[in-house]
């Protein structure tokens, strides 16, 4: 992925540790997400947290935040033992926080958005005060714009500047990567590289092994809520870490050579106006997708990617019937369950509350997108039929559960995800589309999806992956594409391609198709 | 005084009880919340304020009382649909229900009482002056503080830091939260806010207005209220553009009956409803409208970690 | 010392039928406090609200005769509200459902149509008049995205002003000293008696019928299903391919067809004529019943006795208590909101935390 460049001088191991925590431990009802974790900062110094979904990491950053409250264990902070209560008391301590998921008000203006977080009452110099520091740090904003105009990876500058502003002595970065293109990637680690020489220290929480291994000076690896393991991330290798991560080797799934054969799924010229005045207008999109390869599209978040699987899944109807054509036959206009009789499965991006009721049974949730089976007789249900497929996907995906009664919500994400995985693929479709299929699931049941998306494309199912894990889409597709604001690129067989030309090809460096001008950066 | 100049009055007193119900309405559903309780509230600030000013002969105390009873009831709204996560639409419901019948309870017995109520002002010299006098100095005093309400209210939400505060928390609880602001404190000041506001707006109707007591004598004005909130797609002035539009209407019956026309009164008594839904189905329509303005976790319901 | 709610992941079916149990109990406490505080002596206020008035064979009829509506009406509500559709206009329904019913009543009453066919054509007009009437709020939400709780509210007040005018004026009763009333139907269109020497009628029987089907139709249809799923997750509804406005229109149409069959049984029943009131809330009441019912159609038949005996009670206070009978609408609304209090039991469990004393 990212070139490793030479990681900036180590600080003085014998230092007093700016953050020190120990034995911190937090319990909920279903999983201790942190159990006994012990972890020390120095100042300076940019220090990994490492490990799968699932390990604990996010709650023990929102632990140090002040967002939970611990259970046990105590926290010290240059010295001194704290009990952060709220994240105002964090900032006041001089700990700033980078969350993954971006805590940003789209309507109101940058500006706005930044005097909400900051403490001081000094308003007026706010805004120069904004162009200074993200200037300076390479992040380049302006206080007038209005947030849902920014692209994601310039969302994420507002929320670094954010706490920048308050000159943080230690500022927690959350998984920062996965919004950004490969040279933005890059450009971030300057940033930090600058911050931890003028003797910031940096958490960062990752899951990525080749990020950490270029950027970080120490590493602590949970797993499963308990620490595994503390390395010098620069003398590790992926193996060694992977190691520390999850026990054991990362699984490569087997891969055979592609044959493909006619066209399953065909996009032709789809033009799809945003819904949302928040969202990314579809332009003449065109590809399609053989029975038997694994087509994968790659993009960083809010380019499109939410609006073309909503007009292919048949969420969203279109005019023209043969902007879409399923094994051969106009399905423009056909609504999501018509889609599915003619063999299309989807598996979306949000398990809870779209892929699957959060308050029904997994047998009621089976009952969902099923219809073959003998499930409904003349719009009547029968509960014996629904419950006997749900106890099949269970079984044949290895989903844990104590039944087909549990509640969707009280499932894991990884095991959640299986399921909905397992009953699209219990349909028997042609067409297959998922959506992050991998997103915040642990390792194995990763693997696993992965795995079945394979053996689904042997099988000779067309199958569409949108991703914005580039790595995961290098690995498993067959052909990959580019989303870049509205507008899809020519697909092209994986080994044609590299890591840094679907970079460019994210930040809008695109062939000209009336493109118009190219996206800023990031 | 001339007509127009009378008409002009009546609408704009007609219309002051939607003011007060709508701005406060408008505030609570900036911060995310759906208070349909509405109608419940101004009720019993009706019949409260009505009370305690014919006990206490003093109609600006009985004003504040219904306030007071209102936000009282409010705050039950605001425990169980806040604290306890129910339903929003329910609870509103439910506090609607209540309200209607608590209401017609607590005023049995005041139903043909009579009180001194409050009467539109007279400035000497001002209020004589010809067409400005009376349209700028003969209106009632509660509808000089509506106006009072609308500028407080627009400063708060787009000047200060407090109004950006709860249109962030209306916009994205989640991110207020993790920014470390109070939501649920922040919806409850809110909450009482309106419910306060609804007060006031059924206080005026039974100590201005009238002045008197009848059950159930909002006749329907605090879902009106609601209607307009949409209405103005969350824009203060525009309510206040509305509820004066909608005042207007309502005279339309009685001017109709004075003018002759020969309508049955029931059926001039519908026009406010239909009106009503008239211009919600215009607003509506414009979803890209709604989209924009309405704050985006309007009734949704909202759980902290 | 701190209380706070931990979610359960798993919604407790216990708590959700409980929870009316507790808010029932809950609400005799507030009644208790709300005897005392009017002076009257609980435990006495408490026999005449709710056991005089079911002590003898002619209180139980007047129980279930009171409890048909609220039945009828709540399992029309109730299928609308698992989908997220809320229909508040039942009263005006059922208005618009008593005026269909009862204008062909006014106009075939004296010719020789005979009951078995007449009856049966009343109900029929007064399920469509109901269903027009919530055809407008369904539409207007389908088409401009209008707030049906707020237009279905708004058409209320139109119903009652349409009656209003019609018994005031062109149905007035010319024979009835000016009062605004109808004519009284004629035998043939009125519902014959179930049970000798009280007024309940043969819509009960249509009530349970209506429950029966309901039930079927909830637990078993696939429709009902995907109701339910467009209530719970709209966006799974969606991405299941589930038809949105097919559900506003079942949803605002069930709601509009038992409201006006309720209105029909109404006049056809105890009333016997066209009235300016035809209901004294059932509309509303029945919103109540439907949520303490759990939206389920066993649910909703309890419930509804249950607000049947509060709504005896109001008039049994009035009668023996000289407590006004707007007491009635107080404990309903008291009686909901304790229920929403309890609802949170369902998905959450109180969780008492004591402070982790500093290191």
Redesign the interface.
Known sequence: MAAPTTPHATPAADAAPRLALSGITKRYPAVVANDRVDLDVLPGEIHAVLGENGAGKSTLMKIIYGVVTPDAGTMRWEGSTVQVANPAQARRLGIGMVFQHFSLFDTLTVGENIRLAVDDTDAKSLPARIRDVSQRYGLPLDPRRHVHTMSVGERQRVEIVRCLLQKPRLLIMDEPTSVLTPQAVLSLFDTLRTLAAEGCSILYISHKLDEIRALCHRATVLRAGKVTGQCDPRRETAASLARMMIGGELPHPQHREATAGAPALVVDALDVRAADPFGTTLREISFAVHAGEIVGIAGVSGNGQKELLAALSGERTQARRNAIMLCGKPAGRLGAAARRRRGLAFVPEERLGRGAVPEMSLAENALLTTRKGGLVRRGFIRGDAVRACAAKIIDAFGVRTPNAEAAARSLSGGNLQKFIVGREISQQPKVLIAAQPTWGVDVGASAQIRQALIDLRDQGVAVLVVSEELDELMEISDRLAVIAQGRLSEPKPVHATSAEEIGLLMAGAHRTQGAGVPAAVG | MDTVTQLVLLSLAAGTPLVFAALGELVVEKSGVLN?GVE?MMLVGAVVSFIVAARTQSPWLGVAAGATAAAALSV?FA???LT????Q???G???S??????S??AG?DYMSVVIEGITPIHVPALSDLPVIGKLVFGHNPLVYVSWMLFAAVQLFLFRT?AG??L??VG??P????????RVIAIRYAAVVFGGACAGVGGAFLAIAYTPSWV?GMT??RG??A??LV?FATWKPWRVLVGAYLFGSVTLAQFQAQAAGVDV?S??L??LP??A??LV???I??D??A???NAP?SLGKPY?P? | MRLFLEARPQPSQIAAWTAPLLATAATLVVGFIVFKALGRNPLAAFHAFFVQPVASLYGIAELLLKATPLMIIATGLAIGYRANVWNIGAEGQLTMGAIAGGGLALWLGESEWPSAVLLPLMFVAGALAGMAWAAIPAWLRTRFNANEILTSLMLVYVATLYLSWLVHGPWRDPEGYNFPQSKLFADAALLPNLLAETRLNVEFLVALAIVAIAWVFVRRHIVGFEMRVAGLAPAAANYAGIDARRNVWLGMLAGGACAGIAGVGEAAGPIGQLLPSMSPGYGFAAIIVAFVGRLHPLGVALASLLMSLLYLGGESAQMNLALPSAVTGLFQGTLLFLLLAADVLVNYRVRVVHRTAAA
């Not at chain 2, 306890?84 to 339903?87: E, K, P």
């Not at chain 2, 229900?97 to 608590?102: E, N």
């Not at chain 2, 989640?174 to 602001?181: E, K, L, N, T, V």
């Open positions: 349909l419940g039950i425990v169980i649909a306890l996560r129910a339903n639409v329910a609870t419901l439910a506090l229900l209540f309200g209607v019948g608590l017609a309870f049995r830091r950006l505060v249109r962030a916009e994205s989640q991110s207020a939260h993790a920014i470390g602001y059950e006749a329907g879902w009106i609601l209607a949409v049955p029931q059926l008594a519908m409803y239909l009503t839904i919600l189905a215009i509506s329509r979803a890209m709604i989209r924009l985006a759980h970690e």
